[in-house]
């Protein structure tokens, strides 16, 4: 395989796409982790992002140590089908808990578009143990349920305090 990457170079994956989507065939998962495994002696790493982190319970044998495993995670609350299909956020936050207990891999956790939330999801979030995190509002308009401005510098306060690395995205007075 010829090397594409530069030495210490971090590859986010998937772009625009989800890494733990069903229907992306099983041959095409084994090519992506086979790739991520010939760079690891380069040290180049890899990070995956799902809205369905089960996706690393099932391929846990297939993550080399190159690669920091991620989940998009918006809140706590229930998210009704017309705003996600992805999996429940509780079912999101226990399966990267179990990462965090099963893998020894980093873990990275997307909260945008970030939405109203519990005053617990700051606490549930850092039972993922995530080393990096995104936080940012929607970027599309799409009139979401989103906390304030000052209740999303709370939750990153909180994050910052517990040594999470936050990068900070599109953050704005609440749209109404």
């Not at 991620?70 to 226990?94: M, N, Q, V, Y």
């Not at 906390?147 to 749209?175: A, C, M, Q, W």
Request: hydrophobic residues 40%.
């Amino acid at each position: 395989m010829k090397p594409w990457f530069k030495p210490d170079a971090f590859v986010f994956v998937q772009g625009m796409s989800d890494i733990g989507a069903p229907g992306i065939p099983r041959a095409v998962l084994i090519d992506v982790f086979e790739a991520i495994k010939f760079y690891e002696a380069k040290g180049i790493r890899f990070l995956l992002l799902t809205k369905n982190p089960r996706f690393y319970m099932d391929w846990r044998h297939h993550i080399s140590p190159n690669t920091t495993i991620g989940a998009t995670i918006e809140t706590d609350w229930t998210i009704t089908s017309d705003i996600s299909k992805a999996p429940a956020p509780f079912h999101r936050l226990a399966a990267m808990e179990w990462c965090a207990d099963n893998l020894p891999n980093d873990r990275f956790i997307c909260v945008e578009p970030i939405m109203k939330c519990s005053p617990n999801f700051e606490r549930d979030i850092m039972k993922t143990r995530p080393k990096f995190m995104a936080v940012g509002y929607d970027n599309y308009d799409n009139k979401l349920p989103e906390p304030s401005l000052e209740r999303t510098e709370i939750f990153i306060k909180y994050l910052e305090d517990s040594g999470v690395k936050v990068f900070r995205k599109t953050l704005r007075e609440v749209n109404v």
